[in-house]
C-alpha cells in the first residue's frame, strides 16, 4: 500500500483538484483534512467543470471510499449542497462518502465574526477572507467552545454547550449591531441537514485505519497553500488552519510514519487571492496575460487573483517545510506566448541580499530574477515530456532544480487529459 499526500505549495489554487483527480484514478480512499468551505477545488472532466469546497476531489472516481476527516471545518449547508448536486448527476461515489463526527461545525456567528473582522470592527487584521465562517470557527474550536457534527446527534450536549458559545460571543456581537440568534433557532435551522449527513457520520480514525490495514492506497488532499498557513505563511495574512504536510497527521489521527510520498502542487507562476505580501506581483502586461490565460479568479469568491513569476525563494523553503518528495508543475500552458520568463532567486532587503524568508519586511524585498527564454508553440497537446519545445522543458527543469524536488507531473490544461504524468506512484 501507498499512501500520497497532496499539498498546495502556493498561497492556494495551484490546482489540487484537478491532481487530486488524476491522482485518485489509482487511488482506493482519498481523505481532505483540513479547512473547509474558504477552498475551491476545480476539476474538469470532457468539458464538464465542478467546483468542490468541501467534498474530496476523488469524488468522480468511481469506487473510491471519499473521507472528510476531523480536522476539517463544516458547513453544513454548503456540505448538503454538495452532497445534492452529486446525488441529481448520479454520482455512485457518494455512497462512498464519510464525515467525522468529530469536525466543527460553522455556525452563523462564525460568518458574523468573519463580516466584521474584515471590516477592522473587531480589532483585526483584514486579511481578505472568504467570509465563510472559517476563522473564528477554529477559533471557537481551539477556545474549546466548539460544537462537532457528532453533537448534533445528542440535544443533551449540543444545547448547553452551545448557549455557552453565544454567550461567549453575545457582548461583542451586540455592542456592533448584530442580533445573536438562540441555540434553539440555531439548532432547528441544522435539523434537516443533520438529518440528511447522519448515514455517513461515523469515527472516521477507525475507519481510515481499517482501509491502511487492509493494504489499501490512500491519498491526502490538502486545501489552501503552504504559504497559507498558521504558522508557516505570511502571518496575519493567512488562513486559519495548518495548511503543510504534516498538518495531514493531526487532521486525521495518522502518524508520519504512514505517509510515503508528499506532492507539492506547484503552479509554474505565482497567484494569490486576498491581502499580504507577495514580492513577485506583477502589475502590468505580463501579470494581466497569466490572469487572463490562466482564468484567474478565485473558484470560491469570483475575486480576480493577483499574478506574478515563480518565486524559488518560498519553493524552497516549503519543500523543507514538507519534505516534498515530488512536485506537480501546473498550468505551464498559461505561460506559452510569454517571450522571456522570470523566476525569482533571491531577494533583496535592506540592501542585503537574503536567500530566505524574512519574519519581517517580505512586503518590501526586491526579488533578483533569472530570466529564461519562454516559447511559443501550443503545449495543451503535448503528452510527454518529449512533445514540449526545448525552452519549456530547461524552465521546468530549472524550477524543479530551485525548488529541490524532482517532476512528477506536469499539467499543461484544465482537463484531466491535459496531463504528462512521468510516474505512477502507487504500485497496484
Ligand atoms: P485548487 O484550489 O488548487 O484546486 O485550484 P483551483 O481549482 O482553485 O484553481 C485552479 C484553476 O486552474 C482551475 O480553474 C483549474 O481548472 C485550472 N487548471 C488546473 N490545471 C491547469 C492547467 O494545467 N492549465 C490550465 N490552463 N488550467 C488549469
Ligand atoms: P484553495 O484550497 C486561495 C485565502 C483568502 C484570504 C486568507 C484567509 O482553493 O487553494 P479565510 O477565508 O481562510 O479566512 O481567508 O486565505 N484563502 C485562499 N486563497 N485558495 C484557497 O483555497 C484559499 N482559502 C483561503 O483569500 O486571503
Ligand atoms: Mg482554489
Redesign the pocket.
Known sequence: MTTVSVI?SQ????G??KIVDILAGKAEMVVRYQ??N????TLVVGNKKTIFHLIPSGILRPGVQCVLAQGLVVDLKVLCEEIDMLEEAGVPGINNLTISEKAHLILPHHIML?KLREQSKSGSVP??????G??PCYEDKIGRRGIRIGDLYQVDVIKPNLEATLEYWRPMLEARGEVVPTADEVISALQPYADKIKKYVRDTVSYVHEAVEAGKDLLLE????VM?DIDHGTYP?????NTISGAACTGIGMGPTRVDEVVAIVKTYT??????PFPTELDDADGQYMRDKGAEY????G?P?RCGWYDAVIAKRVTRINGTTRLALTKLDVLTGLKELKICVAYELDGKEINDVPLHGLERVKPIYKTMPGWSEDISGAQSIDDLPQTAKDYIQELARLTGAPILLVSVGPDRDHTILLEDLYSK
Open positions: 498546495g498561497w492556494g489554487d495551484e489540487k483538484g479547512g473547509g474558504n477552498a475551491g477545488h468573519d486579511v481578505g477572507s472568504t467570509l465563510r472559517i476563522g490538502g486545501a489552501q497553500g497559507l495574512f493567512v488562513t486559519s488552519s497567484t494569490r487571492v486576498g491581502a499580504g478565485g473558484s470560491t469568491t475575486r487573483r
